[in-house]
């Protein structure tokens, strides 16, 4: 992590049910505000390599922590739909009335029920790689029998899910280049690319590590909401 945005990166605002979210801002202060959403499991510091693109395109670039993730509180009830509460409050402490919603990979379908949630406030919404549906029909069709599984996994035993992501928590801890390389074998190469250079593969587990900072049940519960009936339409 950059250690001149560290500021930014890690602040966090009150909710009114008592709970914290964590979130960062880069970007350009006074551009057009975009709200991210991380991917599963993922956190807020998935968008640090972004702040010199953003800040050149005129994006304040907003990245926050879902519930259990990183530096924001859990919400063992919360739903799809109402994290869309959680982002109306971080735009309210932001002085943002209107914005844009970006949605990667498990993100996509918090930041569709966000814009299905909150109405006019959200302009555009992007979807980058998303994660689709997962009762539309053919929607496995494809898919690898690993990934089935894993998601069948998730949506019928959130418990064990839990235990599989706290055990990555540890090895990423005690272990990250080991870690890296595994992660990104499948990669054609084994560094994150931005316009501004390259990211060293340990680096680009930050975005991971740190959402298992309090260990595998809010990723877990992420991913248990994702894989199940998210609770609106998307038309």
Do not use: C
């Not at 997962?134 to 959130?158: I, T």
């Not at 990250?176 to 680096?203: I, S, Y």
């Not at 900072?213 to 199940?228: E, F, K, M, T, W």
């Amino acid at each position: 992590m950059p250690t001149e945005l560290a500021d930014e990166l890690a602040r966090t605002v009150g909710l009114p049910d008592g709970r914290r979210l964590g979130y960062a801002e880069l970007g350009r202060a006074g551009g057009a505000p975009l709200i991210w959403f991380h991917g599963t499991p993922s956190s807020r510091l998935e968008v640090v390599w972004l702040d010199q693109a953003a800040a050149r395109a005129g994006w304040r670039l907003v990245a926050f922590d879902r519930p259990g993730h990183g530096l924001s509180s859990p919400n063992p009830a919360g739903t799809i739909v109402s994290l869309a509460d959680d982002v109306a409050a971080l735009a309210d402490h932001l002085a943002i009335e209107r914005f844009s919603v970006l949605g990667y990979s498990g993100g996509a379908p918090f930041a569709l029920a966000a814009a299905a949630g909150l109405g006019g406030r959200v302009e555009v919404v992007g979807l980058v790689s998303p994660w689709g549906p997962p009762d539309r029909p053919g929607a496995y069709d494809g898919v690898a029998r690993s990934e089935r599984l894993s998601d069948d996994l998730a949506r019928r035993a959130p418990a064990v899910t839990r235990v599989l992501f706290a055990g990555l928590g540890l090895v990423l801890r005690l272990a990250p280049a080991t870690m890296a390389k595994l992660l990104t074998r499948r990669l054609e190469a084994g560094t994150f690319a931005t316009d501004d250079g390259v990211a060293p593969r340990t680096e680009t587990l930050e975005p991971i590590r740190e959402a298992l900072r309090q260990g595998g049940a809010g990723p877990a519960r992420d991913l248990h909401l994702i894989v199940g009936p998210w609770g609106f339409a998307i038309d």
